[in-house]
């Protein structure tokens, strides 16, 4: 197993950008960041979209080089885009761990009939979901 030792990279990121945002003239030229935050949250979001796709193309395909590639360039665009919505690395770290305190692992919610997770079961520790 891969350890990393260091400062967060994506609280760099996310700091790094939100300086960018406030301080545009600080970007050099030719910069992605720049060129991503002149374009827009759209454009922002469907960079996420398509850097999703490649990543599952990636998966598909066994390509344990070009996924790690892939998952850091999905990594950076969906950093930009939450800098660009003002939603921090901490927030997107403190659902993890309330889906991890609430159901044993910090998995997907499932969906609901009325579209909240409300109505989901607690686990029993392990994932599973306790039977009612």
Same mark, same amino acid.
């Given at each position: ?24 003239? $600080?970007?050099? &030229?030719? *910069?992605?960041?720049?060129? !991503?935050?002149?374009?827009? +949250?759209?454009?922002? /979001? ?36 939450? $800098?660009?919505? &003002?939603? *921090?690395?901490?927030?997107? !770290?403190?659902?993890?761990? +309330?889906?991890?305190? /609430? ?30």
């Amino acid at each position: 197993m891969v350890q990393y030792i260091g400062p967060d990279p994506l609280r760099s990121l996310y700091d790094a950008v939100q300086t960018l945002r406030r301080e545009p003239s $600080a970007l050099p &030229d030719g *910069s992605r960041t720049a060129k !991503l935050l002149a374009q827009g +949250r759209a454009r922002m /979001a469907r960079k996420v979209g398509e850097e999703a796709i490649e990543v599952a193309i990636e998966a598909m395909r066994g390509d344990r080089t070009a996924l790690v590639m892939e998952a850091a360039d999905l990594f950076y665009n969906l950093v930009v885009l939450l $800098a660009d919505l &003002d939603i *921090s690395p901490d927030e997107i !770290l403190a659902e993890l761990r +309330r889906r991890e305190i /609430a159901f044993g692992i910090a998995e997907k919610l499932p969906k609901s009939d009325e579209g909240t997770a409300s109505t989901v079961a607690p686990t029993n520790g392990v994932g599973k979901r306790a039977k009612r």
